[in-house]
């Protein structure tokens, strides 16, 4: 009897989601950490038209729903800017940039910025208080492209 190989890597895509998780709680002790946002959101984006690595992409969503909550975002606001950047933004940066990495920077960048604005955007509709986009998350910006060019 023989062990299916997609057992193996999904066992191993959740061993790399828990410690995800754990990280991301981490980040909140200590928030010169980056949350990863950006990573998970390339991530999805490079994903999402593969039919095999389906299972990332729900793992990706999963984290960063975790990611909202822990934060004090509003829930499923991410899923609200996804179906927006991959409808209307996502096909024209991947036909504008040739080079891979300004893709990269590009998806991090509109990813942090764009979900901040949505964010935003509820946050006022729903009168709650809003957060200042401060030199952090530049320093996440930066970090997530750093972290993605090694990947």
């Known amino acids: 009897m023989q062990r299916d190989s997609i057992y193996k890597s999904n066992i191993r895509y959740i061993v790399v989601f828990v410690l995800l998780v754990i990280y991301e709680s981490i980040s909140s002790i200590y928030p010169y950490l980056t949350p990863l946002f950006g990573v998970a959101f390339y991530y999805i984006l490079s994903n999402i038209n593969k039919r095999d690595n389906l299972f ?34 996502y096909d024209r940066v991947e036909h504008f940039f040739v080079e891979k990495n300004y893709k990269i920077f590009f998806h991090v960048f509109i990813g942090y910025v764009g979900y901040y ?24 910006i930066v970090t997530d492209f750093l972290i993605l060019v090694v990947l």
Request: no cysteine; glycine share 2%.
């Open 56 to 89: 990332i992409v729900f793992l990706s969503f999963l984290y960063l729903l975790i990611f909202e909550v822990d934060k004090g975002f509003i829930p499923f606001s991410f899923m609200i800017f996804f179906i927006f950047y991959y409808f209307f933004i």
């Open 117 to 140: 604005i949505v964010n935003v955007v509820l946050k006022y509709l729903f009168n709650q208080d809003i957060s200042v986009f401060d030199y952090k998350y530049f320093l996440y």
